[in-house]
Nanobody, 126 residues
Framework: QVQLVESGGGLVQAGGSLRLSCAAS????????MSWYRQAPGKQRELVAA????????????NYADSVKGRFTISRDNAKNTVYLQMNSLKPEDTAVYYC???????????????WGQGTQVTVSS
C-alpha cells in the first residue's frame, strides 16, 4: 500500500557528508514512525535513526544508534511524506546499503504495518 523510494546515496571521502531522502507514496493514512536502517556486507541490518510524529507536526521523538550519534540527524516533512538523514563526518565503517522504513496504521488502534524501500548505497572511502 505504501511505496518508499530512497535517494541521495553515493561515494564520499571520509569526513564528508551526504543527505539521504526517502519519499513515501501510495495509500498513506497515518504514518506513526519513519526510520533509517543500514546493512553492511556480512553484517545484519541495524537501526541507524528513527523519528516519530503525529500527522499534525513535522516534529517528533528521535533516537540514534550510538555509532552515529552526534554525526547523523534524522528529520521529516509530513506534508511531503518524506524523511531525511543528514550524515556528517562520515567514516569508512558507515559504508552500507541504507534502507528507509515506515510504520503506518490504517485505523485508530490498528496494527502498525511496516514498509521498506529498496535501499541506497553509501560508500565512504578512506
Amino acid at each position: 500500500q505504501v511505496q518508499l523510494v530512497e535517494s541521495g546515496g553515493g561515494l564520499v571521502q571520509a569526513g564528508g557528508s551526504l543527505r539521504l531522502s526517502c519519499a513515501a507514496s501510495g495509500s498513506i493514512v497515518r504514518i506513526i514512525a519513519m526510520s533509517w536502517y543500514r546493512q553492511a556486507p556480512g553484517k545484519q541490518r541495524e537501526l541507524v535513526a528513527a523519528i516519530t510524529s503525529t500527522g499534525s507536526t513535522n516534529y517528533g521523538s528521535t533516537n540514534y544508534a550510538d555509532s552515529v550519534k552526534g554525526r547523523f540527524t534524522i528529520s521529516r516533512d509530513n506534508a511531503k511524506n518524506t524523511v531525511y538523514l543528514q550524515m556528517n563526518s562520515l567514516k569508512p565503517e558507515d559504508t552500507a546499503v541504507y534502507y528507509c522504513n515506515t510504520k503506518q496504521i490504517y485505523t485508530p488502534g490498528g496494527r502498525p504495518y511496516d514498509y521498506w524501500g529498496q535501499g541506497t548505497q553509501v560508500t565512504v572511502s578512506s
